[in-house]
């Protein structure tokens, strides 16, 4: 069961409003390499785990995710909050504005909606702890180029920062969970005698 505290993980007060940056930053809210995919794709994949260690791993980064979901969706709402339609037409979010208003919808920044085609669930813990390592760096570098987009709004880039910083810790958890896996799926089996119980060698 989830425990919601309503407020986000890390402040967030952008003082300027400007819709060009916000159709870029979107891409982290439902882009292939962003927030919405992490969450559902480690929520799914720790059906998949041998022991309770990468369940829970993959459970707590998950629930991380959906709040780092949260918060570009307040960078996103916060860039484009009280903008003209004028100003959303001159940021090319004159599409977006079309469908879905000043609302925060789940799309890459190429303007392509999110759809589960861009995340892996594949039932073999290995393969699955190895897409989220290299989902993490593609999250770390996507935060990158957006650092660099943003660099002329302090406001942004300190939130950008710190969303960059979690996926540096989500690499190194996720490592842990694929040698834990990896250990625990090279333990050899050994026999008691009686061929119906079977158990792992320590």
Not at 15 to 37: C, F, V, W
Not at 141 to 147: F, H, N, P, R, S
Request: glycine content about 8%; proline content about 4%.
């Amino acid at each position: 069961m989830y425990h919601y505290v309503k407020n986000l993980q890390y402040p967030i007060n952008i003082k300027y409003r400007n819709p060009q940056m916000a159709k870029t930053i979107i891409s982290q809210y439902g882009g292939p390499d962003g927030e919405l995919a992490a969450s559902l794709r480690y929520l799914s994949q720790r059906f998949g785990m041998p022991d309770q260690k990468s369940k829970a791993i993959l459970n707590d980064i998950g629930t991380e995710e959906l709040d780092h979901l949260e918060m570009v969706g307040t960078i996103v709402h916060q860039l484009t909050d009280g903008a003209s339609i004028e100003e959303m037409e001159k940021a090319g979010f004159g599409p977006y504005y079309t469908d879905h208003g000043w609302g925060v919808y789940p799309q890459a920044a190429g303007g392509f909606p999110w759809n589960a085609a861009s995340i892996a669930v594949k039932g073999d813990p290995v393969a699955d702890l190895t897409e989220d390592l290299a989902a993490e760096q593609k999250a770390r570098a996507t935060y990158e180029k957006l650092i660099n987009l943003c660099k002329d709004d302090k406001d942004v880039v300190d939130v950008l920062k710190y969303l960059r910083e979690r996926e540096v810790v989500h690499f190194q958890r996720f490592g842990e969970a694929l040698n834990g896996v990896q250990e625990k799926l090279a333990q050899k089996k050994w026999y008691t005698g009686d061929t119906n119980c079977n158990r792992y060698k320590v």
